[in-house]
């Protein structure tokens, strides 16, 4: 679970500097949009940097991710959740809303961390507290595998459902390096269950030596993975392609292959 008020306080203390992957998912977003034959006139974005996104979209109405969306149904015809849902202690919850927003045909698109994110540190701080304090602490946040959003989607209604990724992959001088650009992007561990006292420097110091023995890029610094995880489905509509009943095809798959149908033995 997310602890909700301490992730506002450490995203109202994120800087322009911790922004820069907030637009590489502003890119992969304005790619998908580009392959989409349909122009938007009434857009939301759904985020909790609306300095950013809001310079992305100036156009669309801005609303935070709180627990209850500040959207009213069947209002937009574009809905863009950016860079929250990875945080969200109900996220199909957050999809529904969305889906009700959107007037029918409408485009959602979503984009967040996903499950490979900082899998480099996350393994490494593991290990690390392990051989230091004897006892593993939750430090960053479960993420979703790319095959179990597909079925949020359609959890939450959405019609023809999409997720698909991408991974970036930065270099750091160190893991101290690496937590400082964290505080700077508001993505600091906010888990309820999370250790409440100082961790021993004994234990990061542990991190960064097996962090630099396993994950260390050409160049001799720290590699960091971020997948970025984009999630897109579309509100209902009679006009959209619809699946075939069972039995309703009117020719057999042999036939428009052009090659014999033979039957399965026993």
Known sequence: MTDTASLIRRRARATPDGMFLHAAAADELQDRLSMVNKSFTASAVVTSFPIFWAAQHPAAKVVSDTEILDLEPQTHDLVIHSMGLHWANDPVGQLIQCRRALRPDGLFIAISFGGDTLQELRRALGEAEISVSGGLSPRIAPLPELRDLGGLLQRAGFALPVADTATLNVEYRDIWHLMHDLRAMGETNVLTARLRRPTRRSVF?????????????PS???NASFELQVLTGWS????????????SAQQRLADALGTPEKPLHD
């Open 205 to 217: 110091q542990e991190a960064q030596r097996l962090y630099a023995q396993h994950f260390s890029a």
């Open 220 to 222: 001799g610094r720290l």
């Open 236 to 247: 209902p509509d009679a006009s959209q392609p619809q699946p075939l009943r069972p039995g």
